[in-house]
């Protein structure tokens, strides 16, 4: 169905009706009874923290991906602190990622004391460019952190093929991509390590929870000891063992996923297909509908890849508008349409400014994809209706900006 926009409907910015009463959250966590049955039986089990339910999780995880190792951490950020480790980075080293990520993507890096060098993003789906990111490899580059950017996978044989010729360890920064394909291959089975998070906004969730997946023991039992302080058993192995004796052989942290979180995780990976399936039936709504709209330019899906739809994010053409994209952010959220942005170029906060001396305009691409780019609600448990409220509100909010040009 299609909702026609109305050109003179006065926006509710402007003291007009709103599209809809309620806000809608641009993304949002699904719990049924389910999920929560799972977790009250884990509260009553003996094990709350590293129990039987991680590894059930982790091997869960791992199936469905296609990878032979998939190790948990307590979010994505840790996730990719524990790959950034494994992969040996340390002070010295540098590590090439995208400049269009959310800052932990940069941040795990600078966590191991080596250094993070952006490389400017495609202009068609805004992941990392890898001619770009070829360019700034130097002696001192150990891995390439290419990002899934809102769940189209990046170029990722290009980037294999790079850490073939060089050297270089891939992470891939999956945690907007569960469920992608690239190539026919599942997300999460094509790096060296592929990062995936469980924050709510995510396909499926633990609250707070990340794992990488690898088909390398040694990154495996790395990871492993990285985010049980560095020790090499765990506390469930020596029960089982009847030892007391541990060793620490690394400086770890505590970056456990609970058995209480894995337990929502094993609830929810049930629906994982259900929810990608309902995400990509919203993609294809939102892309025919906006197709058409003057001043959208829908998000762009190579031939290749089936993205897992984290996000969708519109790049609104500003030269049909009146208006710049902080307006008709705030007129999209006046109709009580919950718009965000993703992401301010990492190179752009305070932080990497002083740090680095980043001025701006270093990263034209993604500095230009940045001023235009808005994401619209989408997560598995939108409905019909709630759809058809972001292409109203989309239609009436650019209808006025585009005649009133
Ligand atoms: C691209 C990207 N990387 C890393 C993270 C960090 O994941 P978490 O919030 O689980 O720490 C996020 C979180 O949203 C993300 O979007």
Known sequence: MSVAPVSDEVLAIHGGSPVRETLLPYGRQSIDESDIQAVVETLRSDWLTTGPKVAEFEEAIAARVGAKYAVSFSSGTAALHGAAFASGLQAGDEAITSPLTFAATANCVLYQGAIPVFADVLEDTLNLNPELAAARITAR????????????????DSFLQLADHHGLIVIEDACHALGAEYRGR?????????????????????????MVTTDNSVFAETLRRFRNHGISSSARQRQSAGQWHYEMVLLGFNYHLTDIACALGLGQIKKLEANLARRRQIAARYNAEFREVPGVLPPQTRLDVNPAWHLYPIRLDLSKLSADRG??????????????????????????????GYKGGEFPVAEAAYECLISLPMFHGITDGDVDDVVRAVGKVLAHFESSL
Do not use: C
């Open 327 to 356: 307006e008709v952010f705030q007129a999209l959220r006046a109709e009580n349409i919950g718009v965000n942005v993703h992401y301010i170029p990492v190179h752009l906060h305070p932080y990497y400014r002083d740090r680095f």
């Open 141 to 156: 580059t150990k891995a390439i952190l290419p990002i899934d950017y809102a769940g189209h996978p990046a170029d990722l």
């Open 186 to 210: 599942r997300v999460g089975s094509v790096a060296h390590m592929t990062v995936f998070s469980f924050h709510p906004v995510k396909h499926l969730t633990t609250g707070e929870g990340g």
